[in-house]
């Protein structure tokens, strides 16, 4: 009798030790999520400059790696805006700035002669007129309100500045040019620099100052009018009275004349 239950027992134990492994399933671990990263609406140039080589507050070196900005570079160190730059880069704790550096193919496409017929001033403005005194990130221009300021100044009529981000395009529109983005040259947290295939040129280059309009001539009163026209009508009147009085004069003397000759006669 107890080897019969030791049995069942045992065969009771094998069934639910079977059991428990036929179904018995593992439950898959979960995947890790990949954080979601924003899209840059620019592309980043082939052979960007590396920052580790390219000193975040020396812009002169940023530009000569790059190879095709030797316009740019020329007019940024004879203008000092260079030296500028740079010291804002070191000093600046916060902010940050914005470059749109039109390569030489860019300066080729302007009417010959142009940058030698502005004087330093307008130099200075023109290339003002390509930073804005912000960081942005190649991400963010859809993010920019229009007319974004530059560092030229944020007069609408004058210097009027539009970006617009578009897919994976940025166009800039200044009332005299449209622009287009074609790929970031540099960029770390304080400085970026982006290549536009046109120079971004001001609209107050092109608007001729109107000339100021004359002062109006103030018509004179009738009173005035007939006030003066009685005047000269008294003027000549008194001119006819004195020069018959003369006439008359002239006449009484050559009568009397007479008179004393006859007499002595």
Known sequence: MKQVQLSCSLLLLMFATFYSCTNSTTAPSPKASSPTSSKPLVPTLPDPPDS??????????????????????????STEIMSNINSQLMTAKSGGLTIFAPDDNAFAQLKA???NSLNQGQKIE???????????????????????????????TKLPFN???SGNSVNISTGVVNATINGLVYSDTNLAIYRVNKVLLPLDFFVK???????????????????????????QDKSAALSLLSIQGTALMSIAVGFVVVAMI
């Not at 080589?53 to 030797?70: E, H, V």
């Not at 804005?132 to 609408?156: C, H, K, M, R």
Request: glycine share 4%; aromatic share 6%; no cysteine.
């Open 113 to 115: 002669g142009f940058l």
């Open 209 to 235: 100052a109107k000339a100021p309009a004359p002062a109006p001539v103030e018509a004179e009163s009738p009173i005035a009018d007939k006030k003066s026209s009685t005047e000269d009508q008294e003027n």
């Open 126 to 156: 023109l290339l003002q007129f390509h930073i804005l005194p912000q960081y942005v990130s190649s991400s963010n221009f859809d993010s920019l309100s229009n007319p974004v300021q530059t560092v030229a100044g944020e007069d609408p």
């Open 52 to 77: 580790s080589d390219s000193a975040p507050d020396d812009i002169g070196r940023i530009l000569k790696k790059a190879k095709t900005f030797r316009v740019l570079t020329r007019l940024l160190k």
């Open 163 to 165: 970006v617009m981000a």
